[in-house]
């Protein structure tokens, strides 16, 4: 397992990469704050789809500042 994320006292969203030789690879995300946490086991497929959507958010927001198409 490897875990991405930082911890801070309002919170956080951390991801790990969950692996098994028997199974298929899943990146899970777990985020939490003063109000609540969640939790979701994606696929590769799923993160993905993920990243193209959060790219255009972020695309969005910053009108393409930082956000590279390669």
Not at 9 to 22: C, P
Not at 59 to 65: F, V
């Amino acid at each position: 397992m490897f875990r991405i994320g930082d911890v801070r006292s309002s919170g956080a969203v951390v991801t790990y990469l969950i692996g098994a030789d028997a199974l298929a690879p899943l990146v899970a995300v777990h985020s939490w704050c003063r109000t609540g946490n969640g939790w979701a086991e994606l696929s590769l497929p799923q993160v993905a789809e993920l990243v193209e959507h959060l790219r255009g958010l972020l695309g969005q927001a910053g009108g393409d500042r930082g956000v590279c198409d390669e």
